[in-house]
């Protein structure tokens, strides 16, 4: 019981990450804009579906948007 005890308390850190869902919100706004509430995309190819997308990839791709790697042509000003 003590080894399960202390196991719990050496891992539970590892567990606990803290969270600004108001900040996730209004992120998630500037691409539902495009990509729809539920990521459903839009006919043809300029929002498309994001819904059911593996995380690693996006994760993946908005890093590679925050990093200036992968440039939206669509929303880039001169």
Partial sequence: MKRL?????LTFPLTVQ??????GQKQARSC????GHYGQGT?????PRLAG?????MVKQI???INE??????????
């Fill in 63 to 65: 890093e590679a948007y």
């Fill in 53 to 57: 997308t593996p995380a690693g990839y």
């Fill in 32 to 35: 539902a804009l495009c990509h």
């Fill in 43 to 47: 006919p043809g190819p300029a929002s």
């Fill in 5 to 9: 005890l202390l196991t719990l308390l």
């Fill in 18 to 23: 803290a969270v600004d869902l108001e900040n």
């Fill in 69 to 78: 790697e992968r440039i939206n042509k669509r929303v880039a000003t001169s």
